[in-house]
């Protein structure tokens, strides 16, 4: 009884370990857009090891619990943080897109407004040089 007892816990270890170490394994195989590991691969690996111990036996056992921790792991970055990381992604450009587009509108409105007061600008200098003009024409009369 005491031995079944060993092996239980000897199993959770297992689990453990692997846990901690085959998010750092799998994580090797991501692309640059993705270099953190998240929830999809750490639970991927789990499961893995779970179905790898439960396909396994004897000298084999290690070997079946770490294999499917492997590809339960890379199915998990894969399927879940991947597409998660790639969506959070999207979402940043389109709020700058976003932004981009507003400062544009901004800047042309600016420019806009800028005209037309050099214009207004323009006219009143304009009809004050006439007045003037007129003035000298009414005095030298």
């Not at 084999?60 to 619990?65: D, H, M, Q, V, Y």
């Amino acid at each position: 009884m005491k031995f079944i007892q060993l092996k239980k816990y000897s199993f959770i270890a297992e689990l453990i370990i692997i846990a901690l170490l085959m998010p750092l394994l799998t994580s090797c195989e991501t692309t640059s857009s993705s270099s953190t590991i998240g929830a999809g691969t750490l639970v991927g690996s789990l499961g893995g090891a779970a179905i790898g111990s439960s396909i396994g036996s004897g000298k084999g056992n290690t070997a079946a619990i770490l294999g499917g921790a492997a590809l339960g792991g890379l199915l998990g970055n894969q399927l879940i943080d991947k597409p998660s990381y790639e969506r959070q992604k999207a979402e940043e450009r389109a709020y700058q897109n976003a932004q981009m587009r507003q400062d544009y509108q901004l800047k042309l409105e600016y420019e806009r407004q800028s005209a037309y007061q050099k214009e207004q600008i323009r006219k009143e200098i304009e009809e004050q040089r006439l007045f003037e003009e007129w003035k000298k024409q009414r005095l030298a009369e």
